[in-house]
Nanobody, 127 residues
Framework: QVQLVESGGGLVQPGGSLRLSCAAS????????IGWFRQAPGKEREGVSY????????AYADSVKGRFTISRGNAKNTVYLHMNSLKPEDTAVYYC????????????????????WGQGTQVTVSS
């Protein structure tokens, strides 16, 4: 069964850090680019970050540049999102998604480009 599972969410104070994980089972991420998305209550799902198959190309939404870092794990079937200097406006459900091949230009930002999705993990930034 093809599955993506996110973990690592939780409650953190403003300025704090979290590391989200996206683990694949039933298929290998060797052929998939990965995107992280988030969705806050009452808002549309938005692209947060992207990493290519080789990890040679990454992209970030302007709102998280300089604070978030995406990486592939050594085991390669896991992708991480390191989130630092968290703000209350980062509060959302975070999803990872897999795209067979690569995204072109700014298409990484579009949810419809992706083939598989995880169930999401809640991140709450609050004092």
């Amino acid at each position: 069964q093809v599955q993506l599972v996110e973990s690592g969410g939780g409650l953190v104070q403003p300025g704090g850090s979290l590391r989200l994980s996206c683990a694949a089972s039933g298929f290998t991420l060797d052929y998939y680019a990965i995107g992280w998305f988030r969705q806050a209550p009452g808002k549309e799902r938005e692209g947060v970050s992207y990493i290519s198959i080789s990890a040679g190309s990454t992209a970030y939404a302007d709102s998280v540049k300089g604070r978030f870092t995406i990486s592939r794990g050594n085991a390669k079937n896991t992708v991480y999102l390191h989130m630092n200097s968290l703000k209350p406006e980062d509060t959302a459900v975070y999803y990872c998604a897999a795209l067979l091949g690569r995204a072109y230009g700014s298409s990484w930002y579009r949810p419809n480009e992706y083939d598989y999705w995880g169930q999401g993990t809640q991140v709450t930034v609050s004092s």
